[in-house]
């Protein structure tokens, strides 16, 4: 059987996101949406959400590239000059890796973070990291034990299958030291309970999942539990990333001919919820 779930992420993040989020699942094949719990627009993210209860939203945890829950003087570790979380990530991880006080302000954070998102009162579909910095070993364990006591069920680990990619269009992707990453922690979660996706597409075509794409992903779908993971917006918004064609992927969502093919292939379309 193939079971699909096509994801939003960063919603919260601006009210372009959340305008695309919405249309996407009320006109589309969107499924699910992953929250930023201290996004500019979070509080306009939960209040369409609420009025969407068939949207599986999920906490996107965010530990780079974006602002913290927790006062930005409980985190030195973590953050820079401005109080926002540190870009560079390679930095950030060994940071983490290395010093016992980054770990304590982590698991804080962390903490801080699922119960925001517990506080909106919606139910916890999933869970993933901002840039999958969840690959991290640390950031992974974290994330699972304080995950577990607020309900965590389903995880995402981004293991992308090369074949399908080269057939749709001769992309080709070749080795990478994060699916070795993603292939860890989609075992560490599996033993630890949670619904882990068999397959992730999104990482190749980050920012440019075109509706040609998205329909040839869907006529070639593998067997198993597949997310595609998105990034609608209708339109750039400040601290957007300039190479992505948000529109684009949003146009992608909507898409007759995608939903056209899901009947055709037979797909069964959900929230992690839904597979649970």
């Given at each position: 059987?193939?079971?699909?779930?096509?994801?939003?992420d960063?919603?919260?993040?601006?009210?372009?996101v959340?305008?695309a989020?919405e249309?996407?699942?009320?006109g589309?094949?969107?499924t699910?949406?992953s929250l930023?719990v201290?996004?500019?627009?979070?509080?306009?993210?939960?209040e369409?959400a609420r009025?969407?209860?068939?949207?599986g939203?999920?906490?996107h945890v965010v530990?780079?590239e974006?602002?913290?829950?927790?006062p930005p003087?409980?985190?030195?570790?973590?953050?820079?000059?401005?109080?926002a979380?540190?870009?560079?990530?390679?930095?950030?991880?060994?940071?983490?890796?290395?010093s016992?006080?980054?770990?304590?302000?982590l698991r804080?954070?962390?903490?801080?973070?699922?119960a925001a998102?517990?506080?909106?009162g919606l139910p916890?579909?999933?869970v993933?990291?901002?840039k999958?910095?969840h690959?991290h070993?640390?950031?992974a364990?974290?994330?699972?034990?304080?995950g577990?006591r607020y309900?965590?069920k389903?995880v995402?680990?981004?293991v992308e299958?090369a074949a399908?990619?080269?057939?749709i269009d001769?992309?080709?992707?070749?080795?990478r030291?994060e699916?070795?990453?993603?292939?860890?922690?989609r075992?560490r979660?599996?033993r630890?309970?949670m619904i882990?996706?068999?397959?992730?597409?999104?990482l190749?075509w980050?920012?440019a999942m075109?509706?040609?794409?998205?329909?040839?992903?869907?006529?070639?779908?593998?067997?198993?539990?597949?997310?595609?993971?998105?990034?609608?917006?209708t339109?750039?918004?400040p601290?957007?990333?300039?190479a992505?064609?948000?529109?684009?992927e949003l146009a992608?969502?909507?898409?007759a001919l995608?939903?056209a093919?899901i009947?055709r292939?037979?797909i069964?379309?959900g929230?992690f919820?839904?597979?649970?």
């Amino acid at each position: 059987m193939r079971r699909l779930i096509v994801t939003a992420d960063d919603f919260g993040a601006s009210p372009e996101v959340n305008q695309a989020v919405e249309q996407a699942h009320r006109g589309g094949i969107l499924t699910a949406a992953s929250l930023m719990v201290a996004g500019e627009a979070a509080a306009d993210a939960v209040e369409r959400a609420r009025r969407l209860p068939a949207l599986g939203v999920g906490l996107h945890v965010v530990l780079v590239e974006g602002c913290p829950v927790l006062p930005p003087e409980r985190l030195p570790a973590l953050v820079d000059t401005t109080g926002a979380f540190r870009t560079d990530m390679a930095r950030a991880g060994l940071t983490i890796f290395a010093s016992p006080a980054a770990r304590r302000q982590l698991r804080a954070e962390i903490e801080a973070q699922f119960a925001a998102f517990a506080a909106t009162g919606l139910p916890l579909d999933h869970v993933n990291a901002h840039k999958h910095f969840h690959l991290h070993p640390t950031i992974a364990a974290t994330i699972l034990a304080v995950g577990r006591r607020y309900g965590m069920k389903a995880v995402r680990a981004p293991v992308e299958p090369a074949a399908p990619l080269r057939a749709i269009d001769g992309t080709r992707t070749g080795p990478r030291i994060e699916t070795a990453w993603a292939r860890l922690v989609r075992r560490r979660m599996r033993r630890a309970g949670m619904i882990v996706p068999d397959q992730v597409f999104g990482l190749a075509w980050s920012g440019a999942m075109t509706a040609t794409r998205v329909r040839g992903l869907l006529d070639r779908l593998p067997n198993g539990l597949t997310e595609l993971y998105t990034h609608p917006a209708t339109s750039a918004y400040p601290g957007s990333a300039p190479a992505y064609d948000y529109p684009g992927e949003l146009a992608a969502l909507t898409d007759a001919l995608a939903q056209a093919a899901i009947a055709r292939n037979s797909i069964a379309l959900g929230r992690f919820t839904d597979f649970t």
